[in-house]
């Protein structure tokens, strides 16, 4: 069945570290990719999204490539700040359905 | 214009009790999703609506779980009778008129967290 496969967590960083969180999905059709975010007591935001094979999202320095050869939407950010502090979502999209990683929870220290 | 609001925040129910969380899309929103976050897990489908229809339901638990989004006021997610693995973040989305739903064009509240005592 369709499911996201995300890199286990926490994942600890120092600020201006370069950040890579790895995600892989399986698919029978062509979903959308997403990444969410949700910082500390808040709900969930998107942070970006890419539609079909080779698009890129982007974001707040965040980016992400639909890599559909290698099934994968892994998250990059150049160089990371304690505010990017949360846990992290990969999911896909099919028809009006999300489908979810487990999360990923990014901890900056300064 | 504000987002999606869910409430309560934080819900603490005995084992047996009732749970009622409530769901306010966003304006001019007519799409309702309910999805459930267990500990340590991702997010899981559980229902989307429509104003007075339920569209697909393939996610609620076959028992103790209902859903509505009556014409007027939120919607609501109901839990009789619940017991401890009730307990998880319930989130709630909207997304605008059409035709279908959208995945792309979702609006996501801050949950509620169900605690079973």
Do not use: C, L, N, Y
């Given at each position: 069945g369709d499911s996201v496969t995300q890199m286990e967590g926490p994942v600890t960083l120092s600020e201006e570290a370069f950040l890579t969180i790895n995600c892989t999905y399986t698919a029978t059709g062509y979903p959308s990719l997403f990444w969410y975010v949700q910082y500390p007591g808040e709900g969930l935001q998107l942070l970006l999204k890419a539609t079909k094979a080779d698009d890129k999202g982007s974001n707040k320095g965040f980016e992400a490539t639909y890599r559909k050869e290698t099934t994968s939407f892994h998250l990059e950010k150049g160089s990371v700040q304690v505010s990017d502090s949360a846990v992290y979502f990969c999911a896909l999209g099919l028809n009006y359905q999300l489908i979810w990683g487990a999360g990923t929870k990014l901890i900056i220290k300064p | 214009n504000a987002g999606v609001m869910q409430n309560p925040r934080h819900l603490v129910r005995r084992r047996g009790q009732e749970a009622r969380l409530r769901c306010s899309p966003m304006k001019g929103h007519s799409h309702v999703y309910w999805y459930r976050q267990l500990p340590e897990e991702g997010l899981k489908f559980m229902v989307y609506l429509q104003k007075e229809n339920i569209?697909?339901?393939?996610?609620?638990?076959?028992?103790r779980f209902s859903a509505e989004f009556p014409k007027e006021g939120p919607s609501i997610l109901r839990i009789q009778?619940?017991?401890?693995?009730?307990?998880a973040a319930y989130f709630c989305a909207s997304s605008p008129p059409g035709v279908q739903g959208s995945n792309e064009k979702l609006f996501f509240g801050s949950g509620t967290q169900l605690s079973v005592l």
């Open positions: - | 569209i697909d339901e393939s996610g609620m638990p076959k028992e009778q619940v017991v401890r693995g009730d307990s």
